[in-house]
């Protein structure tokens, strides 16, 4: 079946410093692509996405990069603070109706001051 | 408040007792969707609805039902639960599927003996 891999699956940098986290899919239908930021304890939330027509996107500190080509898609964090400390999550639409979505594994990031 | 509201919030139950999780958004979404989470699988997606009457299968539907007969309600009926059925349950929403900003519930924690 479809899936989608993420890496690393943790993840330690100091403050400041930047986070990449990369994910690769499967589908070549995918055509969109979302990150979430799970805190300990509480629920997913939407942090940026991308669709396939556009290569980057960017909102404040974090951008998202797409690679249709190689089908892989990557999250960067840049100036990471303590409150960056979370799991984050990728994720894939599967086929052309964009309903079906496959996550990533995971990634516990954690930013040390 | 714009929320997606999942029901109960804990549930202990026993093998075999049907039982319904019931999540409700007041945001007139199109879109709503359930997931489970376990360790070191990230999120999976159980079932999806693109509007009322229309739902399909995610990535692990197996042992589990929903209905969508009005817009704000997708319950999650597991006719027979089973131990593997442990786990932390997500309801999320989005205005439709194009605009896939999902808003996730506060999750169900369900241990099924």
């Known amino acids: 079946g479809e899936n989608v891999e993420q890496h690393p699956s943790t993840l330690s940098v100091q403050e400041g410093d930047s986070a990449v986290i990369k994910c690769t899919y499967s589908?070549?239908?995918?055509?969109?692509f979302p990150w979430y930021k799970q805190e300990l304890g509480k629920r997913p939330q939407l942090i940026i996405d991308?669709?396939?027509?556009?290569g980057e996107k960017k909102d404040q500190r974090i951008a998202v990069t797409l690679n249709k080509t190689a089908k892989h898609f990557s999250l960067h964090i840049t100036e990471t603070q303590p409150e960056d400390s979370a799991v984050y999550f990728c994720?894939?639409?599967?086929?052309?109706?964009?309903?079906?979505?496959?996550f990533g594994q995971g990634t516990e990031l954690s930013v040390k001051p | 408040e714009a929320q997606v509201t999942q029901n109960p919030r804990y549930l202990i139950t026993v093998t075999g007792k049907k039982l319904t999780v019931t999540c409700s958004q007041n945001?007139?979404?199109?879109?709503m969707s359930w997931y489970r989470q376990d360790p070191g699988l990230g999120l999976r997606q159980i079932y999806y609805?693109?509007?009322?009457?229309?739902?399909d299968k995610g990535d692990v539907p197996e042992g589990y039902k929903v209905s969508r007969k009005e817009k704000r309600n997708f319950p999650l009926i597991l006719e027979s639960p089973s131990p593997n059925q442990t786990s932390l349950y997500f309801c999320?929403?989005?205005?439709?599927?194009?605009?896939?900003?999902?808003?996730f519930g506060a999750g169900t924690r369900l241990s099924v003996l």
């Open positions: 609805s693109m509007n009322v009457e229309v739902t």
């Open positions: 994720a894939a639409s599967i086929g052309n109706q964009g309903g079906k979505l496959i």
């Open positions: 991308i669709r396939s027509n556009v």
């Open positions: 999320a929403s989005s205005l439709t599927v194009a605009k896939n900003i999902q808003y």
């Open positions: 589908d070549s239908a995918s055509n969109y």
């Open positions: 945001m007139n979404h199109e879109y």
